[in-house]
């Protein structure tokens, strides 16, 4: 790739407005993203928890355990990767390996959060966050240990479900000031606020359109129109693998056979085609 992979990331913002940028649990499915023309893709906490280590989103994976399977991503596609880094797992020491570590690794962008170290899913309930004084604390030092200017820094904060729009909005505003490139709002519910959203923050904003959240699913032309720079879906496919799988093991054991359902598998030619 001839420019960094940062680069490239922001660069796409620019020339695909809105960005799409698809959520992607392991480097076969950032393979198929590649295929279908995607520009863009994610490694998601909550995907590395669920796909790879059989565990709910709270926390409960590591920096190494995320990182592996970002190097597998990144070994299999050139598409720039935004990953999920939570809340940076730990102090600042924590917090500037991290960058570090997903800088060398060559993924493009990563989004650190305010909630506490032991976190929970965006679109559940019972969430709490730190203080706002910590999570600048939090953007500093990511923003500081980067070696490349253009590695993306992005800042989530849940602050919209817990404490309002505008300390939303204010938690924003000062993790820009601090450096924080772009900016996720975490379960944001309607077009008007993310208008408002887009309209007070002066970086890209992102909207997190996932399924059976707090956000409903809103289209590209509706967020275009709003102001929204980049719209993920971070467990998409995943949330669809896991009910073909479902209903196919079923199908095995309840009939004895998969013949009804061979016309929904990937066939052995289109599975070499993508590899």
């Not at 989103?57 to 935004?82: F, Q, Y």
Request: charged share 20%.
């Amino acid at each position: 790739m001839s420019q960094s992979a940062g680069k490239l990331f922001r660069s796409l913002i620019h020339q695909n407005t809105p960005l799409q940028v698809l959520g992607t649990i392991n480097a076969y499915s950032a393979m198929l993203a590649a295929t279908v023309g995607a520009k863009a893709i994610y490694l998601s906490g909550a995907g590395v928890a669920n796909a790879s280590y059989g565990l709910p989103d709270l926390g409960m994976t590591n920096l190494s355990e995320v990182l592996e399977e970002a190097r597998r991503i990144i070994n299999a596609t050139e598409l720039p990767l935004l990953v999920d880094v939570d809340t940076g797992w730990g102090h600042a020491f924590n917090i500037a390996r991290t960058v570090k570590l997903m800088e060398k690794t060559g993924v493009a962008a990563i989004h650190i959060e305010d909630q506490v170290l032991a976190k929970r899913c965006g679109h559940r309930p019972n969430k709490a966050i730190v203080s706002m004084k910590e999570m600048g604390d939090r953007i500093k030092t990511a923003v500081d240990a980067r070696i490349d200017s253009d590695f993306v820094i992005m800042a989530r904060t849940d602050a919209y479900a817990m404490e309002g729009m505008q300390a939303a909005i204010e938690r924003a505003q000062y993790c820009v000031e601090l450096g924080a490139d772009m900016i996720f709002p975490e379960a944001i519910t309607s077009l008007e606020e993310y208008q408002e959203f887009t309209r007070q923050i002066r970086v890209p904003v992102l909207a997190n359109i996932t399924e059976f959240g707090s956000t409903p699913l809103f289209t590209r032309e509706e967020l275009n129109e709003v102001g929204v720079k980049l719209i993920l879906y971070p467990l998409s496919a995943f949330r669809a693998m896991s009910l073909a799988a479902e209903n196919m093991y079923r199908c095995i054991l309840e009939k004895g056979t998969q013949k009804s359902l061979v016309a929904q598998m990937q066939s052995r030619d289109e599975l070499y085609q993508v590899l």
